[in-house]
């Protein structure tokens, strides 16, 4: 690794750090970041994964008294353990040209989420029109389709979190997004147990972008009492589609 790359490594670790602390989706930046400091897809989605992993603890620390009882977060913890090896053991498992070709839909696919997250939920109706069993279901579901998703490919998966949440649960977008925080913290460091074991970490570049992160997750904090969370929000969805699209254009011309 040069110069150029640390630099650029070290921008991007700042950077998903501070869109992590708010709204998530850091990864999309950290992520196409690793590519072109020249790790191949399956090697920096896995350095990925470990590299963020102090960002979202910090963005815990920082949402902690907007956190439910610590009973109400119990059932999601076994959830998301599964199903974070789950996705992990199948990003082990996958051919890496099928990894390029399945990341840029990924990307999309999260970024859509985000983008209609409105209509979903008129589409999916209010939780409290559900039954405790049918919420409980609901969440439970969504939790282990998230945890899949982190495992398996970690970028823009606050983004995933905080919209598939806010479908299920009856809550304020800050509860949502501090439950997100805890969730993503949960599953990095499942991943970082499991791709320390036996996974391709760069940890030359996990080095440079785990403590920009840290960084960037205090700037974002402060941050988000300023910037209206409509422009970030328009900031990730630009962005993730872009990186999508790119992506895509890349696996078929590769």
């Known amino acids: 690794m040069d110069l150029s790359h640390a630099a650029l490594l070290l921008a991007a670790g700042l950077a998903a750090g ?8 850091g990864s999309l930046i950290t992520f196409p970041a690793m ?19 102090p960002g979202y603890v910090a ?16 059932t999601l913890v076994p959830t998301t353990i599964v199903g974070t090896i789950l ?3 199948l990003l082990l498992a996958t051919p890496a040209r099928a990894f390029e070709l399945v990341v840029p839909f990924l990307v999309l696919g ?16 209010h939780p409290r029109d559900l039954s405790p069993r049918q919420r409980t279901v609901a969440v439970q579901t969504m939790v282990a389709l ?9 970028a823009a998966l606050g983004v995933m979190l905080v919209a598939g949440l806010a ?20 599953v990095g460091v499942t991943t970082l147990v499991v791709f320390a074991l036996f996974g391709p970490v760069n940890w030359a570049a996990v080095a440079v972008v785990a403590p920009a992160t840290l960084i960037g997750g ?31 254009w890349r696996a078929l011309n590769g």
């Open 18 to 25: 501070t869109v992590n602390a708010v709204a998530g989706g």
């Open 35 to 53: 590519i072109a400091a020249g790790l191949p897809p399956v090697p920096a989605n896995v350095s990925n994964s470990v590299a963020v992993f």
């Open 59 to 74: 963005s815990v620390a920082g949402s902690r008294q907007d956190l439910p009882r610590p009973r109400a977060l119990a």
């Open 87 to 89: 996705g992990a053991l």
């Open 110 to 125: 999260a970024t859509a989420v985000l983008a209609f997250q409105d209509p979903l939920r008129r589409l999916v109706g």
């Open 146 to 154: 998230g945890a899949v998703y982190g495992g398996y490919f970690g």
């Open 167 to 186: 479908l299920v649960l009856d809550a304020t977008l800050v509860r949502v997004s501090a439950i997100k925080n805890l969730l993503s913290a949960l």
């Open 218 to 248: 205090y700037a974002g904090a402060r941050l988000v009492r300023r910037l209206p969370p409509v422009v970030l929000k328009t900031l990730i969805v630009v962005f993730g589609t872009a990186i999508g699209l790119y992506l895509l």
